[in-house]
C-alpha cells in the first residue's frame, strides 16, 4: 500500500502560477511512475503529467511548456509546478504511484483558476 497526500491547491487568477507536492508515506521513486491527473467537472481524471522511476518525463499537450513535474527523492516528495495558468486547467488535481498492476491514488487537492 502506497499512501499519498497532496497539498498545495487553491485559488490563483489566470496567468498566475501554483505549486502542488505530493507527499509518499514511503520511498517509492525507484519502483513506482509518479505522475499527477486532473478531473474537471463533468470530466473524465486525465493524465497531465508523469515522471518514471528513471526520471523520463511526459506531459498532457495541454500543458507542455506550463507545467513541471519534478521529484525530491531524499523526501519522498513530487511537485507540479504550474505557470500560465488557465481557467481550463480548474479541476481537482490527484497524485498518483503506478506499477503494471497496481494503481494508487491520493485524496486530491482543488484547483480554480478564475479572477
Known amino acids: 500500500q502506497v499512501q499519498l497526500v497532496e497539498s498545495g491547491g487553491g485559488l490563483v487568477q489566470p496567468g498566475g502560477s501554483q505549486k502542488l507536492s505530493c507527499a509518499a508515506a514511503r520511498s517509492t521513486f525507484s519502483i513506482y511512475a509518479m505522475g499527477w491527473y486532473r478531473q474537471a467537472p463533468g470530466k473524465q481524471r486525465e493524465l497531465v503529467a508523469q515522471?518514471?522511476?528513471?526520471?523520463?518525463?511526459t506531459y498532457a499537450d495541454a500543458v507542455k511548456g506550463r507545467f513541471t513535474i519534478s521529484r525530491d527523492i531524499t523526501k519522498n516528495t513530487v511537485y507540479l509546478q504550474m505557470n500560465s495558468l488557465k481557467p481550463d486547467d480548474t479541476a481537482v488535481y490527484y497524485c498518483?504511484?503506478?506499477?503494471?498492476?497496481?494503481?494508487?491514488w491520493g485524496q486530491g487537492t482543488q484547483v480554480t483558476v478564475s479572477s
Open positions: 515522471i518514471t522511476p528513471v526520471g523520463i518525463r
Open positions: 498518483n504511484a503506478y506499477l503494471p498492476g497496481l494503481n494508487y
